[in-house]
């Protein structure tokens, strides 16, 4: 998992308008609608970490705040992350939710292809 980079920090929301324009005000930019391929809410553009929020739910990662670390390859990831005492809650191809040895949960993500 070498070279795992911070991409994405994403942020549950009751209501997620409220949520929008505590973000955009806070950081100062605008949070554009989600693609097909990005999910449900909204998200900053490129240029570093992506903030996301989207409405609050019961899985995994919607019940508060989730960074994503992009890796190069899933597969390895996943088995880092049990080697190191770790657990897989979704495991995916595109993207994995997970809990660290403490119980904290995170996400993994493969770099999005044109």
Same mark, same amino acid.
């Given at each position: 998992?070498?070279?795992?980079?911070?991409?994405?920090?994403?942020?549950?929301?009751?209501?997620?308008?409220?949520? +929008?324009?505590?973000?955009? %005000?806070?950081?100062? #930019?605008?949070?554009? /609608? &989600?693609?097909? =391929?990005? $999910?449900?809410? +909204?998200?900053?553009?490129? %240029?570093?970490?992506? #903030?996301?929020?989207? /409405? &609050?739910?019961? =899985?995994? $990662?919607?019940?508060?705040?989730?960074?994503?670390?992009?890796?190069?390859?899933?597969?390895?990831?996943?088995?880092?992350?049990?080697?190191?005492?770790?657990?897989?809650?979704?495991?995916?191809?595109?993207?994995?939710?997970?809990?660290?040895?403490?119980?904290?949960?995170?996400?993994?993500?493969?770099?999005?292809?044109?």
């Amino acid at each position: 998992m070498s070279g795992a980079r911070l991409s994405l920090i994403e942020f549950p929301a009751d209501d997620p308008e409220r949520a +929008r324009r505590f973000w955009e %005000g806070l950081l100062e #930019v605008e949070l554009q /609608e &989600r693609t097909d =391929g990005q $999910g449900s809410g +909204r998200q900053t553009g490129s %240029g570093g970490p992506v #903030v996301g929020i989207h /409405e &609050r739910g019961r =899985g995994p $990662g919607d019940t508060q705040s989730l960074p994503y670390f992009e890796i190069d390859d899933m597969t390895a990831a996943l088995a880092r992350v049990t080697e190191l005492g770790g657990t897989h809650v979704h495991p995916g191809a595109k993207w994995s939710i997970c809990r660290d040895s403490e119980g904290t949960p995170f996400a993994l993500a493969a770099p999005e292809t044109t």
